[in-house]
């Protein structure tokens, strides 16, 4: 099941993406739910339940504002983490504008250049295969003296190395919880390579990274939390982020 939501704001062009989105889901065999929107207000208040299969295709420009599609991204991930955000434009200088809002836009479709449904097709196999690996991801597994412990990976956003004990960490979760396992930073990263060492003194899950700055070489989580990031680190993560 694929639920996607278009922002809009020609209808002819509106209708055409829609089109364009059931023709691939009926080729591809997917169950699908379609809404059509010409104004911000309107999909704020009818936004999908939080799910990997949510799908946005937003315009940029929406009656005449420019960054109407960049302030409805954020109204989108404030509302959904897991979903996935495709941007549709003839303004290519918004790009860095655009991920400077969220590193997590999953494309940037040109309408006067290229083939909008080919590149719609791309985002729409991508976003069902995320979702369907989604469903099968391991939780984060560890030995806690004779117990085996499991944490959904999902709720992690990082570990912290514990200043009063080298030989442990603090675990930190979406739902700003710590707590303290009896593993340094070290040893979590060979047992887990999910996880990315961001720093020395913290290791990092990449699916929770919200915004990255790469002038305060910091990164931001969709819970607010933030930690700090080696320049280096912070390039390879975006190479990371970017390739997945």
Known sequence: MLNVEILEDDYVQQQQIKEYVEQICQKQ?????VRTFSELPAMVRQLFQPNTHNLYIIDLEINGDKRAGLKMSQVIRNHDQLASIVFITIHDEFLYQTYKYRISAL?????DLGNIQAELEKDINYVHSKANH???EQPFRFKDYSNIVSIDFTTINF???NASNS???ILNTVDNQQQQ?????HEIEKMDP???RIHRSFLINPQQVQTINT??????FFNGATCPASRLRLRQLLKKITIS
């Open 107 to 111: 494309d940037f479709i040109a309408k």
């Open 181 to 185: 396992i009896n593993y340094n930073l």
């Open 215 to 220: 002038h305060k070489n910091t990164v931001t």
């Open 29 to 33: 065999h997917l169950a699908i739910t």
């Open 134 to 136: 989604k469903t099968r």
């Open 194 to 196: 999910r996880f990315f």
């Open 167 to 169: 030989h442990s960490s």
């Open 159 to 161: 570990f912290e190395s």
